[in-house]
Nanobody, 120 residues
């Protein structure tokens, strides 16, 4: 069974940092890209980052320079380090598996999400 489990969300003040983790299981981790997405109340889901199967990394414009994605293939885990957080970053953050090539990171399986709340 394919599973993606996010953790690390929480409440943080503006300017603070959080690190999210996404642990994958049930599939060959190296064969897929992993994307981070977020959805704020009343807004469409937004792509945050994507790490491809050959370790290229792409970021959404709103998080470039503040967020960093990395992968530990030995642990089947992808991380999202979020620095200089802003209230506008408040959202549910999801990781997702993607069979796509390149930066599109179109997902076929989603995690359950983890809430990130940034207070002003």
């Amino acid at each position: 069974e394919v599973q993606l489990v996010e953790s690390g969300g929480g409440l943080v003040q503006a300017g603070g940092s959080l690190r999210l983790s996404c642990v994958a299981s049930g599939f060959t981790f190296d064969d897929y890209a992993i994307g981070w997405f977020r959805q704020a109340p009343g807004k469409e889901r937004e792509g945050v980052s994507c790490i491809t199967r050959d370790s290229r990394i792409y970021y959404g414009d709103s998080v470039k320079g503040r967020f960093t994605t990395s992968s530990d293939n030995s642990k089947n885990t992808v991380y999202l380090q979020m620095n200089s957080l802003e209230p506008e970053d408040t959202a549910v953050y999801y990781c997702a598996r993607s069979p796509s090539h390149g930066s599109s990171c179109l997902p076929d399986y989603w995690g359950q999400g983890t809430q990130v709340t940034v207070s002003s």
